[in-house]
């Protein structure tokens, strides 16, 4: 069955440490989208890209950088610069563009600071 | 820049009752998308319904429906015949070329 995979399910930073975070589809989905989910505040878009080799950054993109060299795969590095990183993150996947169609998200990556 | 609020953090319905999520959305475009999302404690994201903006009429899936009123850019879900199942998170979200979501809310089932 098609879908997105992120690993791992729980991650622990020390701090100073930049942690990276993986999310792997087999959908075809042009593009992909990393959010972060605190309690009480909803989904926020991180970064996302709608085609291999661009992204654009989100609402919260400081602190974060990303890649996007293949059309699979869109890992999320969490850099010593993001000061309070604990929190859910999601990444989705979709149709490029304005469409009708929704993402497909994964399971989520936990991120601790130890 | 678009922006979609949900005004109620927290709601309860006992079982077997109806329930209506509220949700308005802020955009200059015309051409756009409407979901409702559900997470569950298991924090899976679950597309509930879609709506097109151009689509005068209601999205229906089962026992969800919405009530999409464009001019007033307002997105609400109802929920019929609730079930112990569908105590979540509630999510409203609006797409053009990115989605944006709102804070959610979060629903109770009183058996």
């Known amino acids: 069955d098609g879908g997105i995979t992120q690993s791992p399910k729980y991650l622990f930073r020390k701090e100073g440490q930049n942690v990276t975070l993986s999310c792997e589809q087999n959908?075809?989905?042009?593009?992909m989208y990393w959010y972060r989910q605190d309690p009480g505040q909803g989904l926020r878009l991180i970064y996302y890209s709608q085609i291999v080799n661009d992204f654009q950054k989100g609402d919260i993109a400081e602190g974060y950088s990303v890649s996007r060299e293949k059309k699979e795969s869109f890992p999320l590095t969490v850099t010593s610069a993001q000061k309070n990183p604990t929190a859910f993150y999601l990444c989705?996947?979709?149709?490029?563009?304005?469409?009708?169609?929704?993402?497909?998200f994964g399971d989520g990556t936990r991120l601790s600071i130890l | 820049a678009q922006t979609v609020t949900q005004s109620q953090p927290e709601m309860s319905v006992q079982e077997a009752e109806t329930v209506t999520l509220s949700c308005t959305y802020d955009?200059?475009?015309?051409?756009?998308?409407l979901f409702w999302y559900k997470q569950p404690p298991s924090r899976q994201m679950i597309l509930v319904i879609r709506?097109?903006?151009?689509?005068?009429q209601n999205a229906t899936e089962n026992r969800f429906s919405v009530n999409f009123q464009k001019a007033a850019k307002s997105f609400s879900l109802k929920i019929s015949d609730s079930q112990l199942g569908d105590a979540a998170m509630y999510f409203c979200?609006?797409?053009?070329?990115?989605?944006?979501f709102g804070k959610g809310t979060r629903l109770h089932i009183l058996p």
């Open positions: 955009t200059s475009e015309s051409d756009y998308y």
């Open positions: 709506q097109e903006a151009y689509k005068q």
């Open positions: 959908l075809n989905h042009d593009a």
């Open positions: 979200a609006y797409r053009d070329d990115k989605i944006i």
């Open positions: 989705a996947s979709g149709r490029s563009g304005s469409s009708n169609q929704p993402q497909h």
